[in-house]
């Protein structure tokens, strides 16, 4: 968006212009006195005395351009307070603020989807008692962060002797905003299956598709020695990376 004020001599001096002679006109219309008028239009008068000398080669001088910049700058300071007072004014229309040459704020705000595609989980390490999972959008797998317009990855478990390829009857383990997500088991179920599935959430709570399920035997112990697959996969499928333990956000 172009600065309101335009930046060039001539394009102040148009703007200038048209800000004094429309608010001297009807100075209550814009939600300003008679004297605030009268300093507007003394800055108008002002600029245009200085500004016409330093158009012709004839008589520009240095001297005379200094002076046009420093009543320029003087003007601007003061126009600025005036415009933004303008435009701040409720009691003001956007109809006159954007005949002064005012930007108007687009108080319509943004409407936000409803999420349209999937995460992509991934176990990166088992430690003793701990899944850790992390997650990337299915419509760019190499970014490992959250789509535009999405706050929380909600994450489903289900705990069961064999992995499970529904999300229906799990259970919740949370809603996050960051991964590595670091999950914590229960002793109970060692050596039971445990199944994720995640899928994503905007900032008006509103939920996305789930994603595939990926799964991972619960031990207990020491370093997990095992591998990571999706049901339906061939047997092995990714093998288990190791992955560190900083800055990890746990679920119990």
């Known amino acids: ?49 200085a500004y016409l000398p330093c158009q012709s080669a004839e008589t520009r001088t240095g ?11 003087a003007a601007v300071a003061s126009i600025r307070v005036y415009a933004m007072l303008i435009k701040n004014n409720a009691g003001v229309s956007n109809q006159d603020k954007k005949a002064l040459g005012l930007h108007v704020n687009d108080t319509t705000p943004t409407p936000i989807p409803v999420p349209d595609s999937a995460p992509l989980l991934s176990i990166i390490a088992a430690f003793s008692g701990e899944h850790i999972i ?14 535009a317009g999405v706050k929380q990855i909600q994450i489903y478990r289900h705990v069961a002797p064999g992995a499970k390829t529904l999300p229906e009857g799990g259970e919740e383990v949370g809603l996050f905003t960051r991964a590595p997500i670091k999950v914590a088991q229960s002793p109970s179920d060692v050596a039971m299956t445990a199944t994720y599935f995640g899928r994503w959430v ?43 333990e900083d800055d990890l956000k746990i679920a119990a």
């Open 134 to 147: 992390t997650y990337a959008d299915e419509n760019s797998p190499h970014l490992k962060r959250k789509p």
């Open 202 to 244: 905007n900032p008006k709570g509103e939920k996305g598709p789930w994603s595939l399920p990926v799964c991972m035997t619960i031990a207990f112990g020491g370093p997990v020695d095992q591998q990571m697959w999706t049901p339906g996969s061939p047997d092995g499928g990714q093998p288990k990376q190791a992955g560190g």
């Open 1 to 49: 968006m172009q600065p309101y004020i335009p930046p060039t001599d001539s394009g102040f001096r148009d703007f200038l212009t048209n800000f004094s002679n429309l608010i001297n006109d009807d100075p209550a219309r814009f939600g300003v006195t008679e004297a605030d008028a009268t300093v507007i239009k003394n800055h108008q008068q002002g600029y245009e005395a």
């Open 63 to 73: 001297a005379l351009v200094q002076h046009k910049d420093a009543v320029k700058a």
